[in-house]
């Protein structure tokens, strides 16, 4: 299995900046797609960001956020540190929440597949 742990969360006054960080553990299987959710107190959990792998032979890939946090947030990936970053920028009081990092592996030959997840860190914004 896939160990992810989370670091990073705080509290931050309105228009302040945190950058979240997740580290997996090494595995022999690829871990194809990373991404950050969040939770807030009566919610469900929502979609982030997330960075996938779109072209493995060229090494390409891709991010995709939440329209919500669009233009403020940056998902990152370090590969030789298997670790995935949230540079979050601008924060508003409405992105308060528990935050997860989330991998995923595809099913290939030797490999079984799955899906992870960390325990979350807690972002709280004020106003």
């Known amino acids: 299995q896939v160990q992810l742990v989370e670091s990073g969360g705080g509290l931050v006054q309105a228009g302040g900046s945190l950058r979240l960080s997740c580290a997996a553990s090494?595995?022999?299987?690829?871990?194809?797609?990373m991404g950050w959710y969040r939770q807030a107190p009566g919610k469900q959990r929502e979609l982030v960001a997330t960075i996938t792998t779109t072209n493995i032979r060229a090494n390409i890939r891709a991010t995709a956020y939440a329209d919500s946090v669009k233009g403020r947030f940056t998902i990152s990936r370090d590969n030789a540190k298997n670790t995935v970053y949230l540079q979050m920028n601008s924060l508003k009081p409405e992105d308060t929440a528990v935050y997860y990092c989330?991998?995923?592996?595809?099913?290939?030959?030797?490999?079984?597949?799955?899906?992870?997840w960390g325990r979350g860190t807690q972002v709280t914004v004020s106003s």
């Open positions: 989330n991998a995923v592996q595809l099913a290939v030959p030797g490999c079984p597949g799955g899906d992870y």
């Open positions: 090494r595995s022999i299987c690829s871990i194809n797609a």
